[in-house]
């Protein structure tokens, strides 16, 4: 069964598709074949190059990629950012040359958010 905001990759053309109702279905396809459920980290290759860091500036939440500014090349970038606040989720689609940071104009306690990012190579990461 899937979960709520789980995100599957197709390993073949690249497709990436984000849960937003769980159904009973065990396992979604693309290019038949199963996509792949990309695991959260926050361990592996380059955490402090990875994991968000999430900062507040007044009326805005600024996140960063990571301790360590993540590059943003062709071969290696940071495709997007999600912020989770309460049960609303933002997203920031990032380019390559783009800085490692996404900026929401949210107003929310640090405390009560949580985000994700999605390197082109190394995968999923959470804060
Ligand atoms: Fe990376």
Known sequence: MTKLNDIYR??????????IKEGLGESISCCNQEMELLEERQLDV????????????????????GEVPHPMEEE??????????????????????????????VCADIDDVKAREYCSIHGLWHS
Not at 10 to 19: D, L, S, Y
Not at 51 to 63: A, C, R
Not at 83 to 101: A, H
């Open 76 to 105: 290696h970038y940071i495709c997007f950012v999600e912020l989770f606040v309460g049960d609303k989720i933002y997203r920031e689609t990032l380019e390559v040359g783009d800085d490692p940071k996404a900026v929401f104009e």
């Open 10 to 19: 197709c390993n073949v053309c690249g497709n990436m598709v984000e849960i």
């Open 46 to 65: 380059g955490p402090e190059k990875h994991i968000p860091i999430i900062e507040k500036d007044g009326e805005k939440i600024i996140v960063k990629m």
